[in-house]
């Protein structure tokens, strides 16, 4: 028979996969996986890099087989017992939702409970939790907390160097789209309306939080052109800066839309 080929080493391997998702590692391990029109669950190789799953069909496979973007989690549900010791939680998506099961009700639960601390951006306040997990979720937060001020500080640059425009509005925010939303959510007195880079870096988006009956939040992509701006609504409109673009939602909503500035 043919001799085995060798297998990489796991130093290659993790090497190899830092190459391939640019990303932090945070929590790995096997999950079963499977998406709400699915029937089976499979199992996976899992890592949590940034706010991503990256999902292996072996342990050893230098290469992902899928990936899903967590970044904008909405919400996770509860860990319940499938019958078989496993522990299932769900994660609810902006584009759908996605099943997840771990081996046993402690392994799940760390699983849920660090893709809450790098989405959320916060610790869970759970009293179960062991003192060394609770240590390990804080270092988890705080690089995730750096690795983001990094990717929006360098987006940022990007965005003002590659725009006609190099002022930026003083509602114009490095945040990602979950962050401006509780921002615009937690701080209501300083305005209402976000200017953001887009998740692309090559964009902006408005965020503007509407309050008419129950609070909306809704998006607005903006896109820098050679000398101008312009908003994708319905009908685009094209302006000559991004401050006539703010300026333009202030208008056109009676002054109901404010910009959202930082006190100093």
């Known amino acids: 028979q043919p001799e085995e080929k060798p297998r990489p080493a796991p130093r290659q391997i993790f090497q190899e996969r830092q190459r391939i998702t640019g990303l932090p590692l945070y929590l790995q391990g096997y999950l079963s996986a499977r998406n709400s029109g699915c029937k089976e669950f499979r ?18 496979a230098p290469k992902y087989s899928q990936k899903l973007d967590i970044s904008a989690l909405i919400s996770a549900t509860s860990l319940h017992p499938d019958g078989n010791s496993s522990a299932q939680f769900n994660l609810m998506l902006p584009n759908g939702e996605v099943e997840l099961k771990a081996n046993d009700y402690e392994c799940g639960k760390e699983w849920k409970d660090f893709i809450l601390t790098v989405t959320k951006l916060s610790v869970p306040s759970d009293e179960s939790l062991l003192p060394g997990q609770l240590t390990r979720m804080h270092e988890v937060l705080e690089r995730e907390k750096k690795r983001r001020i990094t990717l929006n500080n360098s987006c940022s640059t990007s965005l003002r160097s590659s725009g006609p425009q190099t002022t930026m509005p003083a509602c114009f925010h490095a945040v990602s789209r979950q962050e401006a939303a509780e921002l615009l959510a937690k701080n209501p007195s300083r305005g209402n309306l976000i200017l953001r880079p887009s998740s692309d870096s090559k964009s902006y988006t408005v965020t503007a939080r509407y309050d008419l009956g129950a609070p909306s939040i809704k998006h607005y992509r903006v896109l820098a052109k050679e000398t101008s701006y312009s908003i994708e609504l319905e009908r685009k409109v094209t302006l000559p800066s991004l401050q006539d673009v703010v300026n333009y939602f202030v208008t056109q909503t009676q002054g109901n839309l404010k910009p959202f500035v930082m006190q100093t």
Not at 44 to 52: A, D, N, S
Request: glycine fraction near 6%.
């Open 43 to 60: 199992v996976y190789w899992t890592e949590l890099r940034g706010t991503m799953l990256f999902f292996y069909d072996d342990k050893r």
